[in-house]
């Protein structure tokens, strides 16, 4: 069984602060780390290994300092992992994040099931998985919830907004999940150790044969910056003995029904 | 004559993309056209006054299938000559739209919040950096696909005349994903988009039982009881139906109150459309208060009884 893990490498927002006069966020300094649901696809993928066995390659798409950023996915139980680096790549958008993903798996492959998030933490665009199972060729099963495998089926319960659905594929098969699918373990000192000598292959965008100069920018951001906040901000610091003056301020907003 | 086509496989979403479908349609003089894949689409966009409708067999279409639909809009997008589409930003509507747009070689936008036509152009808005920000983005392909959030604007109305419906003969390759089952997930599922008001409640909460104060609170203001994540997916206090934030539904109700939620950027950006926002905290300094009208900074424990009592 070789299963592909794509993981996004991201800005840990948990540590981004909003630049109240500018309403931009501060980047400098925040610690990269690997997209939150991606860490369930492979927390997922390794499940797999454990029970079936088989092998792990993360794939990447991103600056050079993903090198150092997906030791964190082969700590985690990943075999190998094989980057396709360019200082371009930051802030890479879907369309090409799928096309350099389609071809380091081609490469890389053959494969039985690649993973992915539902979305990246950062943007949360959830296209890579179905523009790469387009090239690919691939049947996509998303938003999983839960993943059992028999033989060379695999059946997923599928989380949609209102409902459940159970669905069936034979493999090879492009699978995205959802955060609810497992918990994500915490790579042990040992793992973490051993994972700067595990197999790591970097690629050039024109190795693949992706010249980035061929590949105009589908995407052009005109502002990015924290919502306009236009809020009363008027605390009640007392409790309880204040909610008259809460109903009170309410009921002339007309939000009460009566 | 590039167009703009509509399609979205929840039918209320379909109709408020033909409405904003339309609004571009005019400032943008471009032709409307939906897409409808199953004979009530087709009538329900002729009914509201979309000139053209396309449809294609087999008739009935089957459901929903990612790979099956982008291939039937891939279609009809050629057909009809589309330089935009608009597609609904539901889970269905989001793996749709990626294969869409890989097989058209479009550029595509999901999750959009509002999408305008002005000085710059066709624009989008849609969170970046886990909605700690707002992104104005817009497309530079030949052809371009925006999700749109569900709820963006009212569905068009009926009674405008019919239009013309056009038959557009398919080439499906069958699907490789089996459908087994669907079950609802929440039998008693409310609509947290379309709600007026939202009882939200967080990890302030001390066990489940006491979701009932929550509850008194929200039939005291004629609304319905939403939850952050941790409460539905880690407790399972609640439904997931009834999560509110980024992997969640987003709310814009005239009135939301917030009780025992600390207000992680991963449950604001689906409450901060909210109309009025009042939050209830022990913590004074709890992020919440800086997104709230009003803040009442006390034990939800007493706070929502009491104020469940002084609105009988």
Not at chain 1, 86 to 108: F, G, P, T, W
Not at chain 1, 209 to 224: E, H, I, K
Request: with cysteine.
């Amino acid at each position: 069984m070789n299963i592909f893990v794509c993981m996004k490498q991201t800005y840990d927002l948990q540590q981004v602060r909003i630049r109240k006069e500018t309403r931009q966020p501060v980047l400098e300094n925040v610690p990269l780390t690997l997209g939150n649901i991606d860490k369930n696809a492979l927390e997922e993928a390794i499940r797999i290994k454990e029970k079936s066995g088989g092998k792990i390659t993360v794939l990447s798409a991103g600056p050079e300092s993903l090198e150092d950023t997906v030791k964190e996915a082969l700590a985690m139980g990943a075999d190998e992992a094989v980057l396709i680096t360019a200082l371009e790549l930051d802030a890479i958008e879907s369309a090409l994040s799928a096309v350099l993903l389609a071809k380091a798996a081609a490469q890389a492959g053959p494969y039985d099931l690649i993973f992915l998030g539902e979305g990246s933490t950062d943007s949360y665009s959830g296209q890579v998985g179905p523009r790469l199972a387009e090239l690919l060729d691939l049947p996509q099963i998303t938003f999983a919830k839960s993943l059992s495998l028999e033989g060379r089926t695999l059946r997923a319960v599928r989380s949609l907004e209102d409902s459940l659905e159970e669905v069936e594929v034979d493999l090879p098969a492009l699978v995205t999940m959802v955060s609810e699918i497992n918990e994500p373990r915490i790579p042990t000192v040992t793992q973490i150790l051993k994972a700067g000598r595990k197999p790591k292959k970097v690629l050039r965008p024109e190795e693949l044969g992706v010249p980035l100069r061929d590949f105009a920018p589908q995407v052009q951001t005109l502002s990015n910056l924290a919502p306009v906040q236009n809020r009363r901000g008027i605390l009640f610091k007392e409790g309880a003995k204040e909610i008259p003056a809460l109903v009170k301020a309410l009921e002339e907003e007309g939000l009460l029904r009566r | 004559m590039p167009s703009i086509l509509v399609f979205s496989e929840q039918d209320r979403c379909a109709l408020e993309l033909l409405r904003k479908g339309k609004e571009l349609g005019e400032k943008m003089k471009l032709a409307v056209a939906a897409a409808a894949l199953g004979a009530s689409q087709v009538e329900e966009h002729r009914r509201r006054g979309c000139a053209l409708v396309y449809t294609g067999s087999p008739d009935p279409f089957p459901p929903f299938d990612a790979s099956i639909y982008a291939q039937a809009l891939s279609q009809i997008a050629a057909a009809s000559g589309a330089a935009i589409i608009l597609l609904g930003s539901t889970r269905s509507g989001k793996e749709l739209a990626g294969r869409l747009a890989q097989k058209l070689g479009a550029g595509c936008l999901t999750d959009c919040q509002s999408l305008e036509y002005g000085n710059d152009g066709l624009v989008a808005t849609r969170n970046a950096f886990g909605g700690a920000t707002v992104a104005a983005q817009k497309l530079t392909t030949a052809v371009q696909i925006f999700a749109l959030m569900p709820y963006l604007c009212e569905p068009t109305a009926p009674g405008e005349p019919g239009g013309e419906t056009v038959p557009v003969a398919l080439n499906l390759k069958p699907s490789p994903v089996r459908k087994l089952k669907s079950t609802p997930k929440d039998s008693g599922a409310v609509d947290l988009e379309g709600a007026e008001v939202l009882v939200c409640v967080g990890k302030g909460l001390g066990k489940q039982e006491d979701l009932k104060i929550a509850e008194e609170l929200a039939s005291a203001l004629g609304g319905v009881v939403a939850c952050t994540k941790p409460l539905a997916t880690d407790l399972k206090w609640l439904p997931e139906s009834r999560i509110i934030g980024l992997s969640g539904k987003k709310g814009k109700p005239k009135l939301a109150l917030c009780a025992g939620i600390s207000g992680q950027v991963q449950f604001a950006v689906g409450i901060r459309d909210a109309r009025t926002l009042v939050a209830v905290n022990l913590d004074p300094n709890a992020y919440i208060f800086q997104m709230a009208d009003y803040g009442v900074v006390g034990d939800l424990y007493q706070i929502l009884p009491q104020l469940t009592a002084a609105l009988k």
